[in-house]
T-cell receptor, first 112, second 112 residues
Framework: AQSVTQLGSHVSVSEGALVLLRCNYS??????LFWYVQYPNQGLQLLLK??????LVKGINGFEAEFKKSETSFHLTKPSAHMSDAAEYFC??????????FGTGTRLQVFP | DAGITQSPRHKVTETGTPVTLRCHQT?????MYWYRQDPGHGLRLIHY???????DKGEVSDGYSVSRSKTEDFLLTLESATSSQTSVYFC???????????FGPGTRLTVT
């Protein structure tokens, strides 16, 4: 079965600093990979997805993620954090043909 | 935004009472999912459906049942609510099971 590990349940950065949120998955077979964002009291919104095309995936709000098969990683980055990026971020991986497995989430705080 | 609604949005109920949560979609997606979200656990799959009257269990299905009699509706029932089922419940939909999911706004359930 697939599993997803998000290193760091909380990440704090200053406004304007680089954002790096880490995600590692367990499969040796390249799966579909996703990053979602959740703002307070809302559902999850898709940020970006990897489906075996380009290994560098660009998403909404200036975020991007790079698929690295050798490291089984799919880390999320943004060059310059904005206060509005404060939210919880979830990495997810496809499991078989029917469902996704989600990580436990990373809460991003952005300080002025 | 994908057309997904959940009802009710908030509910407080007593231990031992039955509770039904409803998810309604207007996108005609084949797959529908119920998750619960708890601090430190991320999103955990309760049950999912891959078509009308076709359902399967997720990782935390004990104490929950589901039904899908129409493409657009997916019901989650707690037969006899317990305090451990206090959580935020999210419905999601997907055209294909292993690709992106779209989430509803969530239902906050408190069992006293």
């Amino acid at each position: 079965a697939q599993s997803v590990t998000q290193l760091g349940s909380h990440v704090s950065v200053s406004e304007g600093a680089l954002v790096l949120l880490r995600c590692n998955y367990s499969s040796s077979v390249p799966p579909y990979l996703f990053w979602y964002v959740q703002y307070p009291n809302q559902g999850l919104q898709l940020l970006l997805k990897y489906t075996s095309a380009a290994t560098l995936v660009k998403g909404i709000n200036g975020f991007e993620a790079e698929f690295k098969k050798s490291e089984t990683s799919f880390h999320l980055t943004k060059p310059s954090a904005h206060m509005s990026d404060a939210a919880e971020y979830f990495c997810a991986v496809s499991e078989g043909t029917d469902k996704l497995i989600f990580g436990t989430g990373t809460r991003l705080q952005v300080f002025p | 935004d994908a057309g997904i609604t959940q009802s009710p949005r908030h509910k407080v109920t007593e231990t031992g009472t039955p509770v039904t949560l409803r998810c309604h979609q207007t996108e005609n997606h084949r797959y529908m999912y119920w998750y619960r979200q708890d601090p430190g656990h991320g999103l955990r799959l309760i049950h999912y459906s891959y078509g009308v009257k076709d359902t399967d269990k997720g990782e935390v299905s004990d104490g929950y049942s589901v039904s899908r009699s129409k493409t657009e509706d997916f019901l989650l029932t707690l037969e006899s609510a317990t305090s451990s089922q206090t959580s935020v419940y999210f419905c999601a939909i997907s055209q294909t099971g292993n690709n992106e999911q779209y989430f509803g706004p969530g239902t906050r359930l408190t069992v006293t």
